[in-house]
């Protein structure tokens, strides 16, 4: 197993990160739990709920469910279940549910205790570290939220096993996008090594990268904990190109697809600003390529306005200008606004 950490957050909040072998260490931290419990989940992943738990909320699943509705209901259940300031909401499930539960957490009595446990590959590299919590509204994703830490983040590898493969390879670009963010390559050389046991979803593997890449994380919100001085905003890496693809593709792409094909953009960008060399390209496209990631994908012609449209969207703003998040070299990011021409020549066919 992995080494159990804490990271501090603002106001000297810290979360405790644990790894977890199996789901009667569950039952039991929630049984040490002092105080009333009430457990999130959703339909896909109420199957993990432990049976001892009687005050249970089980959403519908999917980011369109991310809604003011999932909050009143899980505020409706725990006053039912009479909650109090001391008690505890557990979220069991992906990104959706641990951004509502905690959400609702932070807001009932103005706020209560909060435990997650990831149970996708996203939330427990990337979602469930970090204290942002939110809900969809009209339309303006994670417009609503709060930052509110939980206490515990307790990973858990064996619930990846019943992830669809499709969600899983949507977590693995947010760790390849990790390995590019870490100065010193462990993260990098691990991947490279162990591609075929990642994807067989080794267990005693899993628990390896999960460590690495979650440190990763923690090395950037600890020092920036509530994204103002800009070393947060690195964890964007390739996002700003990955929002405006999921935006204008029609059919949709999942977001972890979506996130290495914007890291290649990223670092091909970096590459036309002279900020890394030949070496690093060829490092960062093989690694891509070996998790099978299309990095070769290119928008139509004709979808071009729609794509620069849907950049200027994107909430990475400084000044009226999108800052894009280019590297220097491993663990070297920076902030940069980068031209429509070049932005162009990177990302559409034949440019
Ligand atoms: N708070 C943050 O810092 C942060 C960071 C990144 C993303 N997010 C949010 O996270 C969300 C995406 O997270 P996600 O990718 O986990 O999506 P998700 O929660 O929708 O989960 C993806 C799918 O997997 C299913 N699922 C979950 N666990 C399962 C399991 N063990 N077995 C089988 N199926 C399972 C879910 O029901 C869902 O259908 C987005 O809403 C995004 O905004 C938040």
């Known amino acids: 197993m992995a080494s159990d950490f804490s990271v501090t957050l ?3 909040i810290s979360t405790q990160v644990s790894f977890i072998s199996s789901m009667k260490d569950l039952s039991r931290i929630i049984e040490g739990c002092q105080g009333n419990v009430l457990l999130v989940a959703d339909a896909n992943s109420a199957y993990l709920v432990p049976d001892q738990i009687k005050n249970r909320v089980i959403l519908p699943p999917g980011e369109r ?29 992906g990104g959706v549910v641990c951004d509502i539960t905690a959400l609702s957490a932070s807001l009932y009595m103005r706020g209560c205790r909060l435990i997650l446990v990831p149970t996708t590959l996203l939330c427990m590299v990337d979602a469930s570290l970090g204290g942002k919590t939110a809900i969809d509204f009209e ?12 206490e515990k983040v ?23 996008k990790h390995a590019f963010l870490s100065g010193d390559e462990e993260l990098y ?11 067989s979803r080794d267990r005693g593997t899993l628990v390896e990268m999960l460590g690495l890449s979650l440190h990763v994380k923690a090395s950037y919100i600890e ?3 509530e994204e103002k001085k800009g070393i947060r ?19 949709g792409i999942s977001h972890g697809i979506a996130v290495a094909w914007g890291v290649s953009r990223a670092v091909a960008c ?26 070769d994908m290119r928008v139509a012609p004709k979808r071009w306005d729609d794509f620069i449209a849907a950049v200027g969207k994107d909430k990475k703003r400084a000044s009226g200008s999108v800052r894009f998040v280019l590297l220097e070299g491993f663990g070297k990011p920076v902030l940069s606004p980068v031209e429509d021409d070049l932005v162009r020549s990177l990302v559409v066919q034949g440019a």
């Open 10 to 12: 603002k106001n000297g």
């Open 223 to 225: 020092r920036d904990p």
């Open 65 to 93: 469910y991310k809604t003011w509705q999932a909050v009143e209901r899980i505020v409706s259940a725990a006053l039912d279940a009479h909650l109090a300031r001391d008690s505890v909401m557990i979220a069991l499930g």
């Open 189 to 199: 050389d691990f991947l490279h090594s162990r591609c075929d046991r990642i994807l």
């Open 139 to 150: 339309g303006g994703k994670n417009l609503i939220g709060t930052f509110y830490p939980a």
């Open 270 to 295: 970096s590459y036309a600003k002279g900020l890394v060399d030949d070496e690093f390209v060829h490092k960062a496209d093989g690694l891509l390529r070996m998790y099978g990631y299309d990095i």
């Open 154 to 176: 307790l990973v858990a590898p064996q619930t990846l096993d019943s992830l669809p493969e499709s969600e899983y390879i949507s977590g693995l670009g947010e760790v390849l």
């Open 233 to 251: 905003q690195a964890l964007n890496l390739g996002h700003t190109f990955a929002h405006a693809l999921e935006s204008i593709e029609t059919f």
